[in-house]
């Protein structure tokens, strides 16, 4: 009984010892988490001022005008918000967040910085992709004029159709803000006008060619020649001008309007091509009313030596072109052909004989602008 | 106080909770559903804010896991994460009905498209032929064959499901369609009008 006595008096002093050592730990813990209180204030208004630029960098697209900015800010913020965990975590009478705050203040201004240079670069690569659809609107819209008066092939055609549709889609993009995207597809689009401007344009120049000028005009005077020995009409055709002029001699007698080929304004160089030929030629038949479907006709000698010895290799020249009527029937255009009105044709068909001469010319003034062409 | 006591008190005052990895894991899958369903494109807005009420339930796991052992406690991080699943639930609904509406309106703008260059190819191929109208026709076909061609990238976009990219294809398509329609009107129009005015001579004369 006296030893149970004594091992019990062992184990309550033991007890008694523990309880002393933990008492005042726990007494601390219990006052530390009151006084909580009087500590510092998380700086959670900073945190959620960081977090707002965030969402307003998301929002303005910083992703896309500042890449790798955003993702280095966004790593920035969470490393920001982990340490604010991780402050908040601690025993509040250790907690401090003074440098939290003055990093996330840091921060705040960062994102301030990067939200200006988001904004800017956000207007620049909106005002370059406006840049850069209103002028190949305006490319396409020339092509289209254009090409509606001139020979296109095609190929080039198909093209210019794709690159009005890609057009559509860059409005489109623009509009939804898409700025990036409308860029390039009106990049894309002035690609694929290329071609079609680079047949009007080969097309053109040969009206501003000086050497084409030269010789056309040679050709003129020496059909005017032919007129004064002779005593005798000759017809000068002015592609450009898109007129047929009746000469006696340096006289002219009278100007009448006419419609070419579809593609009229080129030097024909073989069958199909649409183009009116030019040269010097005879007429070597006359197709009264009845004779013809175009009222009445004047058949010329094309393919002549020179178009033969020039166009050697081409397989076939074509042939049949005339100064026929029809203009005014509703022949805009012919397969190379010249038209006049019906009646102008009645006027000139009794003015001329089988024999002729027909100069045929792009033009004979320096002046003209290709605006005269088209 | 014995010493027992004073440790009960401890235990019940600090609890041993854990984190709630499985709802963690459930609550990623459905964010993750939710993307797979498209809302990054069709509802970006939405799914940004999911992506940030789910980083935030993630901080708050966080910053509960940095304590002692005692003093974490979870349920608000649980909480949060319900939040998270339920919006991330409704936002796939929403995103997958957003699509097929998107979808819908895809094949519509495709069929219209198709509608419109087959009417244009029809009246070129009745189109009457002539030295007049010929060159004028022929350049209208190509640009319809350009067309037809352009359909196979609506098409395209419907299968990738860029269902916004091939409306914003196939209605300048359509467009362009119908303009070579009336052009193609236009033309056999004038070309009825001269016919009508020969004959109308032809009658005279006689």
Known sequence: ?374 | MTLTAWILAILAFGGCAKAPTSDIESTQKAVEATRAAGSAEYLPTEDKALSDKLNAALQEIKTQNEKMAPFRNYDQAQKMLADVRQQAGQLQTATTQKKEEAKQQAVAAQSAASQSVQKAKDLLAQAPKGKGTEADLAALRADADALGESMQTVQQAIEKGDYRGAISKATPIKEKADSISAQVEQAIEKVKAAEAAKSKKGKKKK
């Open chain 1, 1 to 374: 009984m006296r030893a149970g006595k004594s091992a019990r008096g062992m184990s309550s002093s033991l007890w008694e010892a523990l309880s002393r050592a933990l008492f005042w730990p726990v007494i601390l813990m219990i006052l530390g988490a009151g006084l909580s209180g009087c500590n510092e204030t998380p700086p959670l208004q900073e945190l959620q001022q960081v977090e707002r630029i965030e969402k307003t960098l998301w929002k303005m697209g910083a992703k896309e005008f500042a890449p790798e900015a955003y993702l280095h800010y966004q790593e920035k913020f969470e490393a920001a918000r982990e340490n604010f965990s991780r402050e908040q975590a601690k025993w509040s009478v250790i907690q401090r967040y003074e440098k939290i705050r003055e990093h996330l203040v840091a921060l705040s201004s960062e994102g301030e910085d990067l939200l200006r240079s988001v904004s800017s670069k956000r207007n620049e690569t909106r005002e370059k992709a406006l840049q850069e659809v209103t002028s190949v609107e305006a490319i396409a819209e020339q092509t289209r004029e254009r090409s509606a008066k001139l020979f296109v092939t095609a190929s080039a055609r198909k093209k210019a159709v794709q690159a009005e549709l890609l057009l559509a889609q860059a409005h489109r993009a623009f509009t939804e803000g898409h700025y990036l995207s409308a860029h390039e597809q009106a990049k894309q689009a002035r690609l694929l006008l290329e071609p079609a401007e680079r047949e009007i344009d080969a097309t053109l120049d040969r009206y501003k060619d000086r050497k084409n000028l030269i010789r056309w005009r040679r050709w003129v005077e020496e059909t005017l020649a032919w007129s004064r020995r002779n005593a005798a009409p000759v017809m000068i055709v002015r592609k450009a001008e898109r007129t047929l002029t009746l000469y006696q001699g340096d006289h002219a007698i009278k100007v009448y309007p006419i419609n070419l080929g579809f593609n009229g304004l080129n030097e024909k160089r073989s069958v199909g091509d649409g183009a009116t030929p030019e040269g010097i030629y005879r007429v070597i038949l006359k197709k009264n009313l009845g004779e013809t479907k175009y009222h009445r006709a004047l058949l010329i000698n094309y393919p002549n030596e020179r178009d033969r010895s020039r166009y050697r290799r081409a397989k076939q020249l074509g042939g049949l072109i005339e100064v026929h009527g029809g203009r005014n029937e509703g022949l805009e255009e012919t397969l190379g052909c010249i038209a006049l009105d019906n009646d102008e044709m009645d006027d000139l068909f009794h003015r001329v004989s089988t024999g002729t001469p027909i100069a045929i010319v792009g033009t004979t003034n320096d002046l003209t602008s290709t605006d005269v062409a088209l």
